[in-house]
């Protein structure tokens, strides 16, 4: 089954050099669909580059603006699905999340429709968080169990492997969220259709080069959005 990486970037340039020969190391076979929203700081172009060094298994869609996470990630499933990939796998470009843990989402979904990545399934897995932002996380997880009846430890990950059709069935050009939510709104989406939904254990790394996107307007907005997808369908 042909599977590819789907990448949004924005200003990763110091990170993308690692990103990529450690994807190649740990899952040489995988696609990486770098979708880079005119970075300032050339991660387009440096995507390219490595791209020709890959025997163009790295692949660019180059969009003429920072439309925010959700927008990025709607274009590259799009151009996932329309290449005809059978498995689409999302993920940071910051290595905080590994590409090491690759073979285990493509083991894993061969018997579900999408695959989460967890940092809480065996307990806390994450490395350089304060107390603050695990505490937001943890929260942020328990509100959504509550309001969504969803009972998966991590519901606001971001490393994630779909199975194509299910990745077409549950209507992107309906998805409404952006930023932080984005990732709740599709796990959600794929969890009212009625698809096989499991978890694998993750260890998270905080980013050790460049600056996250995370700000309070985000936050805002999977607050009230979390609400909008549970009682405004």
């Known amino acids: 089954m ?58 660019v869609l180059h969009r003429e603006k920072k439309e925010g996470l959700g927008r990025a990630y709607v274009a590259g499933f799009r151009k996932a699905l329309e290449m005809g990939y059978d498995l689409v796998l999302q993920m940071d470009a910051d290595l905080s999340h590994d590409p090491g843990y690759i ?27 304060d107390f603050r932002r695990l505490l937001l996380s943890k929260a942020a997880t328990r509100y959504v169990q509550t309001v969504t009846g969803m009972r998966f430890t991590d519901t606001t990950g971001g490393f994630k492997c779909w199975r194509a059709d299910t990745l077409s069935s549950i209507g992107l050009e ?29 260890i998270f790394y905080e980013r050790n080069l460049g600056r996250s996107k995370m700000d309070w307007r985000i936050i805002r907005e999977a607050l009230w959005g979390v609400l909008r997808l549970r009682f405004g369908g």
């Open 2 to 59: 042909r599977a590819v990486v789907v990448v949004p970037t924005y200003n990763e340039r110091e990170n993308l050099p690692l990103f990529a020969e450690k994807l190649r190391q740990s899952a040489g076979e995988v696609d990486a669909l770098i979708v880079d929203d005119n970075s300032p700081d050339g991660t387009g172009q440096l995507a390219e580059e490595l791209g020709s060094e890959a025997a163009n298994r790295i692949l």
């Open 103 to 129: 073979p285990a989402f493509l083991e894993a979904i061969q018997d579900y429709d999408l695959v989460l990545g967890s940092r809480y399934v065996h307990g806390i897995c994450v490395v350089n968080w």
């Open 174 to 202: 309906n998805v409404f969220s952006n930023g932080y939510l984005f990732q709740i709104e599709m796990t959600y989406r794929a969890y009212r259709k009625g698809h096989k939904i499991a978890e694998i254990p993750i």
